[in-house]
């Protein structure tokens, strides 16, 4: 169902969401670098915007170790996913109920 | 029934920015290493059955020239995966990893006790292997891509031993390793 939301919608946050999403494996996590690289951002802004997340539910920060390096996954929870799905169709339906406006 | 408390403009926005991180995350995993893995073993097909057909079948280099080329892409293969691994672990990729590892094992045994009686024999078992792995993965992972080239590779290889046995090796060196090169290499521009 359709639900717009606040939360997902700041930018950073939006590709956040969308590049977890765009995992084919539903149990996949994401490497925190590789995210970070990927939106361009710094350690400290993703980290921020991952704990609001985190703090809605929608995502699952994991830390841990390979060899003697720690690393950090981040995974979308199935609350996560069903938000953002919700949120994408919410978008869809904005463009599809204005007057002269399609989904492209 | 949703509030819009966006205007359309945004919406749109909001939309583009969503398939425009969806592309470059699957382009930063490269597909799950799929254009990567192809390229490699076409290229140790291309590479292996060409000088297999130069030296000719039963030369006693042609052996040993395989298992280095077969170990090469092996490895390359695993730095591959686990490289993809680290940076996106999932439960999918374990398994598709284990899976050929033991596809391995079992497609080393069953050659083994089947002793093909030819060197050009035991090519074709391989390559038929190969293509079931393909294809099972494609079939595994939802991709009609690796599906297809499973099944229209295997095709060709079938053809090329009973129509040109003669001609075997160039023709899968031709045909088995430069459609499964062309196929990494298209994947690799097409999907990015």
Redesign the interface.
């Known amino acids: 169902m ?3 939301d ?1 939360l997902i ?1 700041q ?1 950073v946050r ?2 956040i969401m ?2 977890l ?5 539903p ?5 925190f670098r ?1 995210l970070r ?3 361009g951002v710094t350690d400290g802004n993703l980290a921020a915007h991952l704990r609001k997340l985190e703090d809605a539910g929608y995502i699952r920060v994991e830390k841990t170790f ?1 060899g003697r390096k720690p ?1 950090t ?1 981040i995974a979308l929870t199935h609350a996560g996913r069903a938000a953002f799905e919700a949120h ?1 169709q ?6 599809r ?2 007057p002269g ?1 399609g ?1 492209e | 029934m949703t509030q819009a408390p966006i205007s359309p403009e945004e919406a749109r926005q909001a939309l583009a920015l969503i398939e425009t991180t969806t592309r470059q995350m699957r382009r930063a995993l490269a597909h799950g290493g799929a254009p990567y893995f192809l390229m490699i073993w076409g290229t140790v097909w291309l590479v292996g059955f060409a000088a297999t057909h130069v030296l000719g079948p039963e030369s006693p280099a042609v052996g040993g020239m395989w298992l280095v080329l077969d170990a090469i892409g092996a490895l390359a293969s695993f730095a591959v995966g686990a490289y993809l691994g680290r940076r996106a672990p999932s439960p999918r990729g374990m398994r598709l990893g284990l899976y050929w590892l033991v596809w391995t094992v079992y497609a080393a045994l069953i050659l083994y006790f089947a002793r093909p009686r030819t060197g050009d024999q035991l090519a074709l078992l391989i390559s038929l292997f190969a293509m079931m792995g393909y294809v099972s993965t494609g079939l595994l992972c939802r991709s009609r891509f690796l599906v297809g080239l499973g099944l229209a590779v295997t095709g060709l290889i079938v053809l090329g031993y009973v129509a040109w046995p003669a001609w075997f090796n160039l023709w899968m060196a031709v045909w088995g390793g430069g459609s499964l090169l062309t196929a990494g290499l298209y994947m690799r521009w097409a999907w990015s």
């Open positions: 359709a639900r717009f606040e919608h930018p939006l590709r969308a590049a999403h765009a995992l084919d494996d149990e996949a996590r994401l490497d590789t690289d990927l939106l390979v690393r996954y994408v919410a978008l869809q339906e904005i463009l109920t204005t406006d989904v």
